[in-house]
């Protein structure tokens, strides 16, 4: 099974690459952000948590984050492997995802890594706010406190996977077919 973190911070393309890892390896795409936002847009309970973090730009807790990770993955049967997009964001959130796949007797195949300088990011996420309606990109200071975030909370989950010889950096500059391109050469390797 290929079970693959695809990492980054906000704008780096997490989302588009793994559309393209899905449909070139067959794989099942988890995205926290998608599953919050469809929680938040059924104003379920989990999606009103959810949102009171995300509307501060803060990341929502290990506990409600890993308990709704876990529902998503055990709603495939005998998948190919799975991308995690956007997961995990804390070391604690790695050790519960490798405690979950280990209980499936798999384990993460590598973390792909997506490296964009900061004020590509803020480019990137402007455009995205004018193009796809996410108002969580529209606000500079939201954008400011989430990279500022990910820079504090999120970057150091990456030495988690470097001590176990499964991190890949990947440019994430280019076109989506460079980066791509990337990103498959990583995993065949």
């Not at 079970?3 to 390896?25: C, D, M, R, Y």
């Not at 796809?132 to 990109?137: A, I, L, P, T």
């Not at 954008?143 to 030495?159: F, G, K, L, M, S």
């Amino acid at each position: 099974m290929l079970n693959v973190v695809l990492f980054g911070p906000p704008g780096a393309g997490k989302g588009t690459q793994s559309e393209n890892l899905v449909k070139k390896f067959d794989l099942v795409h988890l995205s926290t952000g998608d599953i919050f936002r469809a929680n938040i847009k059924g104003e379920t309970e989990l999606g009103n948590l959810a949102k009171s973090y995300m509307d501060k730009g803060a990341l929502v807790p290990d506990e409600v984050t890993i308990k709704m990770l876990e529902s998503e993955v055990k709603k495939h049967e005998s998948p190919k492997g799975f991308i995690f997009d956007g997961f995990p964001r804390t070391k604690a959130q790695a050790a519960a995802l490798d405690a979950l796949l280990a209980e499936n007797n798999t384990e993460v195949s590598a973390m792909l890594a997506l490296e964009v300088p900061e004020e590509e990011l803020k480019i990137r996420l402007a455009k995205r706010a004018e193009t796809s309606g996410r108002v969580d990109d529209a606000n500079p200071k939201v954008i400011q406190n989430r990279i500022d975030v990910y820079q504090r909370e999120t970057a150091p989950v990456a030495a988690y996977y470097q001590d176990q010889d499964k991190y890949r950096g990947i440019n994430g500059i280019g076109t989506i077919e460079d980066i791509a391109n990337r990103l498959y050469e990583a995993l065949e390797a």
